[in-house]
């Protein structure tokens, strides 16, 4: 039965999933102005331009029909395409009626328009006051007979963990090959609602669909043995002690850290872990960009103690002087303070004369933007961030015009930047672990303190951030921008207090136990892809995390807390 409607003042395509055939599909497009509805529904879509349906789609459409029997009696209206997040293809919606949900809940899939591969279903749960929710075992039995359905013979996809959440039971598939599992962009997902239905598929970006040759992948009949793999891992020391400090303090307060192992090189910076070892050589598995991590080095800074707080203008003045040589006195400079949800306080001085109309507030985000055709000597901004309530400083920023990207002087930016850290640390002997974090045309130099040769990080911290960060100018050498985010007092545990790192290892081992993997790494610049056999934590097998966002400071995805032992794990 083919039959056109009107929906969204639009005639659409709408197909009893019963009558479909494999043949081309048309509707008129969803997007664009829209159009007044004739009379004559059908007589309306010959004026308008069809948009042809691929063979393909209506296919993907038959298949999963098949395996989600309840669909055969809905409704097929094709919502046109979609653009993610997450997801790109051809949308679908299976409707009760022949007219699409105003409040958008709708029973909804996702194909491939080329291959009509299923991307992603989305059926709307229902509920029950008593949920029953099928056993794990039939959960995870469901859930490999529709992938397995959706595939070509050959895939093999085998059922791990199951979580529980937002009242859906999903059950997490892993591809294997050669009875070796894949590393986790081919992971599938499949969620059943509190009465035991099927209401939810996902695969990353496509992926399970797949097709890897077998030849492609080294075999796995040469490679360490799991105990020898372990013994390995043990020896390659794979955890650093570090001491953490909560990602919110007071500055005012004393600040206590605690410790904790991390897995080195992190857990999600890369498609395995960062220790992984290679499953052949037994060393550790070095990633096709690790050669682009920049080393980090320990010095010894011998800090002058100087207080850099600022409560009045004429303070704030006086510190930029001091600090960086700048004089103010000839500069419009614009005050005030915001309140932040946490209960922390800033206060803003700026100096510099900015486009006519900018109000105060919006001056901290024009930095560095001058009017066209300014003077020289206009051409100079500059922002001092305090804390309100002590004046601490917190944030140094200055634009003097002098932006020109060229390949700078490193050498003689570290210096400046460690003649600066001098006088910004506590009085002393101060051992700094310190990266360029910036590329050939910008220094940009992180400085963590170290305790008893144990770094000190702030939870949340991403790379380019420490708790002195020193930007300098590419062609002057000069100091561009200055970010301070470390405590006025911080409290760290003895070392002692800390278990052996033998014990954490075996405490990380027994969560997430070493697991043979094929690791794909892709040339960045051809795309082509290389396999690779390593033994690494099971963790990626076993649990659903997101590579999104930037590069950590320190990866606290899977750390131990170092006094109890306890495996912590952040989704």
Known sequence: MIQVVPIMKKPVLCVMTTALVAVSLYTTPLAGASVQIASDPVANVRTQAVVAIPVQVSKGVQQLVRLVPELSKRYVIFGGEVDGPGVSGVQVIFSKTTVRAEDGKEDKAIFDPETGNLLALNLEPNSLLKPAFPTDQQAKARAQAFVTGLQSPGNTYQPREITRAEGLMTVRMVRKLNNVVLDDQYDALVSFDGTGRLVSFRTFDGRLYDKISLTSLPSPQRVLSAQQALMRFKESHPLELVYLLPEQFERTNSVEASLAYVVKDGIINHPYTGSALDAASGGRLIDLSSSNRRPVQTINIIGTGEKWSAQNDKQAGDLVRILVRKETDKLPLSTFEEKYGDGEERRFFIWGQFAEGTNDQDKKYKIGEFTPGSSKDKRLHILLETDAKTGQMLRLVIKDGNDITIKTDKKRDWKEAESLLKRLVPSGTNQMRMRDVGDETYTLITA????????????????????????????????????????????????????????????????????????????????????????????????????????????????????????????
């Open 448 to 571: 963590d303190p170290l305790i008893n040769g144990i770094p000190v990080y702030r939870m949340g911290q991403w790379e380019e951030q420490g708790m002195y960060s020193l930007q300098m100018n590419s062609v002057t050498g000069a100091l561009e921008e200055l970010t301070m985010d470390s405590p006025s007092s911080l409290i760290a545990p003895a070392r002692s207090k800390a278990i052996a790192e033998k014990v954490a290892v075996d405490q990380l081992l027994k969560v997430f136990p070493l697991e043979l993997t094929y690791i794909h790494q892709k040339n960045l610049h051809t795309g082509e892809i290389s396999w690779k056999l390593g033994y690494d934590l099971s963790f990626r097998q076993t649990r659903s995390h997101c590579f999104c966002g930037g590069e950590a400071k320190v990866d606290l995805t899977v750390y131990l807390d170092a006094v109890t032992g306890k495996v912590i794990v952040n989704e």
